[in-house]
């Protein structure tokens, strides 16, 4: 457990759906990151926030996806009219803020069935 | 963002070393090198990471080529509980634009025999 929580696990919805999935990251952790993962390939990065600021998009989030932190704190990711390529894990990750490099601290993911 | 090399699959022995290699020709000066695993439905879990010289951990070392286009990520005795996903990273210093994105590749996968 490395103390970030993702909710729920798993989610099975049908097409044209929306889902909202919540990230609690590590309490003292400035940054938080999203990340989808397809089955066979490795995690690609969705977004990026600085305390309640999201500061990065990747151009793989379409205008259904929005992902919000407010005060600082939880993160949620939502996704509006699912498709059936949004199937995949959506994982969450933490990191402080430091000089040089930092550590990510990933969550167990949420995965996305959509039907 | 530069781009890492890894073989897709490597075996090991239970108790033997492991060594993972990976290839970052393009590798800039700010680049840090990261190895994250993955083992079997969870989410990713940080190794180690360098910049230029060798790393120690409890968990593994980090082998750094001197001309930093190479890394070797050691696993001094490999149990059953290493078979997972290795993957090798090059992030920016997280201060620079890419807020310490993190990029993965297909990764590693290893499998450790009994």
């Known amino acids: 457990d490395t103390g970030v929580s993702q909710d729920p696990r798993h989610k099975i919805t049908k097409r044209g759906q929306n889902v909202t999935f919540r990230c609690d990251p590590i309490s003292e952790h400035n940054r938080l990151y999203w990340y989808r993962q397809t089955l066979g390939q490795g995690p690609e990065f969705l977004t990026y926030?600085?305390?309640?600021?999201?500061?990065?998009k990747s151009r793989l989030l379409s205008d259904r996806f929005s992902a919000e932190r407010p005060k600082g704190s939880f993160s949620t990711l939502e996704i509006q009219r699912t498709e059936q390529g949004d199937s995949a894990m959506y994982l969450c990750a933490s990191s402080l803020r430091l000089a040089g490099t930092d550590t990510q601290y990933f969550g167990p993911g949420t995965r996305l069935t959509v039907l | 963002d530069a781009k890492t090399t890894q073989p897709n699959s490597m075996e090991s022995n239970e108790e033997e070393p492991v060594h993972l290699p990976c290839n970052h020709s393009t590798i800039s000066g700010t680049d840090y090198i990261h190895w994250y695993r993955q083992l079997p439905s969870q989410g990713p879990e940080y190794v180690i990471h360098?910049?230029?010289s060798n790393v120690n951990n409890r968990m593994a070392s980090l082998a750094i080529a001197e001309d930093r286009k190479s890394s070797t990520l050691i696993l001094h005795r490999a149990t059953l509980r290493d078979a997972a996903v290795y993957y090798c990273i090059l992030s920016a210093d997280a201060g620079g634009t890419s807020y310490g994105k993190l990029t993965f590749g297909q990764g590693t996968i290893l499998t450790v025999h009994p």
């Open positions: 926030f600085q305390n309640e600021a999201q500061l990065e």
């Open positions: 360098g910049l230029t």
